[in-house]
């Protein structure tokens, strides 16, 4: 029997292919998926891996199996999935593996309107499924398959991001993307048809071994040919997608990243002026200026645990209009409380292109603090060293302490949050204070306690 519990994660099924898993177990998911929504469809799409087509439609052939019917999207980013799910109705399944190498392969499941699936929202149910049938046999099937046909979305995609973000009164705009072969070069061309953009296009051939470089772009090292390209073109701004096309990240005009708590910051002042009064959701290793940003723009700003299904669950529980993490993941309540970076980046194309000055100046007035960045520490003990973190700071003068995510540690100048990873023996760090030097001493402090 496999061994679930090495590519069941709190998300989603992840792992090596075919190693960890294969087609048939692929198969065993889809007839497990379809039991525990007992929908009567469901929708499949898949990335450009190597594995992905044949990994999708095994699952659709294990839902079809007990008379569910499947319409399968094909070739499609995360968020046009979430999309089809939201559009149509229906639960889905997004074959990918993010920006993890070439030969890993996974699954993202959500239920109809692009609900989250986790561990506690029917993802465990699932896994019990598979190691049952894995153990004894495949389900017995219906008296009738159901039917699987396919459906192109992508213009339907295109337009729904469209009808959110307002882009035809933009100045005209020199864009470089760079899709890093993965899904944003299926995507990007479609989605910014007929706009004022002039398109520089980084590496939008799909190929899920990724000759050019990791579709990780939250990896400094990923993005150092699309900085260069932007400075060598003068353009006016730089985008960068991930494998899934799910998280997008920005370079100004002068090719310096641009934080995603300015991202996130921008986007929320935005949507408020759409939603007057609205809720935003951000975690807790945001930046101060989101919270102060969203409260200067008439709205109430809500801190949660970093990660997706804490997001999206307070986001329904708040009616909040958006949320922003760290990682460049931005979520929409117009796009089913889904994250979606395509939606990110339109706005902030939009606001570019909807006043004369540069992305620098634009971004500035968000990116108002020193950061760290997040940097992992390798320990033995992550409990063990989290406490000594802890007995440190409690009770310093002027130190607030909260354990919603890890520790976070706050003062009038500065604050830090240390998490421990939940696949790894990390714990990381997050430092930001009022200038670059507070930030190093803090961030210094806390690295001895953690490494000692």
Known sequence: MPDLSQIVKAYDVRGVVPDQWDESLSELFGAAFARVTGADAIV???????????LARAFARGAASLGVDVTEIGLCSTDQLYFASGYLGLPGAMFTASHNPARY???????????????????????????????????????????????????????????????????????????????????????????????????????????????????????????????????????????????????????????????????????????????????????????????????????????????????????????????????????WNADTGMLAALHVLAALGGQKGPLSDLVGQYDRYAASGEINSTVDDQTGRMEAVKAAYEGREGAELDELDGLTVTTADWWFNLRPSNTEPLLRLNVEARDTETAAGVRDEVLSIVRA
């Open 105 to 335: 392969n996974g699954i993202k499941m959500c239920r109809a309107g692009a609900a989250p699936i986790g561990q506690d929202t029917g993802l465990a149910d699932i896994r019990a499924l598979v190691e049952e049938w894995a153990g004894t046999g495949a389900p017995e099937p219906a008296a009738e398959s159901g039917a699987i046909t396919q459906r192109d979305v992508l213009a339907d995609y295109a337009a729904h991001l469209r009808s959110l973000v307002d882009l035809t009164a933009i100045r005209p705009l020199k864009v470089v993307v760079d899709a890093g072969n993965g899904m944003g070069g299926h995507t990007v061309p479609t989605v910014f048809e007929g706009l004022p953009l002039e398109l520089d296009a980084l590496y939008f051939e799909l190929d899920g071994t990724f000759p050019n470089h990791e579709a990780n772009p939250l990896d400094p090292k990923n993005i150092v040919d699309l900085q260069a390209r932007v400075r060598e073109t003068g353009a006016d701004i730089g985008l960068a997608f991930d494998g899934d096309a799910d998280r997008c990240f920005v370079v100004d005009e002068r090719g310096e990243p641009v934080s995603p708590s300015a991202v996130t910051a921008l986007v929320a002042a935005r949507e408020l002026a759409k939603h007057p009064g609205g809720t935003v959701i951000h975690n807790c290793i945001t930046s101060w200026s989101v919270p102060e940003v969203v409260k200067e723009n008439g709205g109430s700003p809500v801190r949660t645990r970093v990660g997706h299904s804490f997001i999206k669950a307070e986001m329904a529980r708040t009616g909040a209009i958006f949320g922003g993490e760290h990682s460049a993941h931005y979520y929409f309540r117009d796009f």
């Open 44 to 54: 499949v799409g898949h990335d450009m891996r190597p594995s992905s087509p044949g």
